[in-house]
Antibody
Framework: EMQLVESGGGLVQPGGSLRLSCAASGFNFVNYWMTWVRQAPGKGLEWVANIDQDGSEEYYVGSVKGRFTISRDNAKELLYLQMNSLRADDTATYYC???????????????????WGPGTVVSVSS | QSVLTQPPSASGAPGQRVTISCSGGSSNVGNRRVNWYQKLPGTAPKLLIFTNDQRPSGVPYRFSASKSGTSASLAISGLQSEDEADYYCAAWDDRLNNWVFGGGTKLTVL
């Protein structure tokens, strides 16, 4: 069964840092672009960042550029989101997702988000 | 203010057909594929439609979608109580160089 599970969320003060992790299983992780999407309380979905198969290509939403870094460890099948200089408006549930148009076995950055994790909650507050 | 515009709410009685619109521009919907997601409270989003009108395996035929120019729409026929959820459209935006979501439409089954 294809599965993604996020971890690393929690309560952090403004200006602080957190690193989120996303463990993949049940599919060939190295073949797919991966992404982070967040949802603030009472708000809609917001895309955060994308990374390609070997970590050489990254894209970010403007509000997190220079503060967040997406990365991956293909040997461990882990996706990361390093979040620095956190602000109150970063408070959200963060989801990792696989980028793919099913049932393909290789993806590009324009494909859909077809497998999602349950999310991890990040709260930024003093 | 979302780049893609969706109505904030929609509703229909069980068995009825409801449509949800998604309006964008030439840098996103007009030139890129549109995907649709279903979001139930407290659960992860679920891919409902990809590449404008394609259903992943397991998504009921009741869900369909189309795209024309800079607008897209999701249709749900034979409405069921379990369809009550938030629905989001999404597309890559060439001008922003990132993914953009619609603001979401809350579907109520009366």
């Amino acid at each position: 069964e294809m599965q993604l599970v996020e971890s690393g969320g929690g309560l952090v003060q403004p200006g602080g840092s957190l690193r989120l992790s996303c463990a993949a299983s049940g599919f060939n992780f190295v073949n797919y672009w991966m992404t982070w999407v967040r949802q603030a309380p009472g708000k809609g979905l917001e895309w955060v960042a994308n990374i390609d198969q070997d970590g050489s290509e990254e894209y970010y939403v403007g509000s997190v550029k220079g503060r967040f870094t997406i990365s991956r460890d293909n040997a461990k099948e882990l996706l990361y989101l390093q979040m620095n200089s956190l602000r109150a408006d970063d408070t959200a549930t963060y989801y990792c997702a696989r980028i793919n148009n099913p049932p393909n076995t290789w993806s590009n950055r324009f494909d859909a988000f077809d497998v999602w994790g349950p999310g991890t909650v990040v709260s930024v507050s003093s | 203010q979302s780049v893609l515009t969706q109505p904030p709410s929609a509703s229909g009685a069980p068995g009825q057909r409801v449509t949800i619109s998604c309006s964008g521009g030439s840098s996103n919907v007009g030139n890129r594929r549109v995907n649709w997601y279903q979001k139930l409270p407290g659960t992860a989003p679920k891919l409902l439609i990809f590449t404008n009108d394609q259903r992943p395996s397991g998504v009921p035929y009741r869900f369909s979608a189309s795209k024309s120019g800079t607008s897209a729409s999701l249709a749900i026929s034979g409405l069921q109580s379990e369809d009550e959820a938030d629905y989001y459209c999404a597309a890559w935006d060439d001008r922003l160089n990132n993914w953009v979501f619609g603001g979401g439409t809350k579907l109520t089954v009366l």
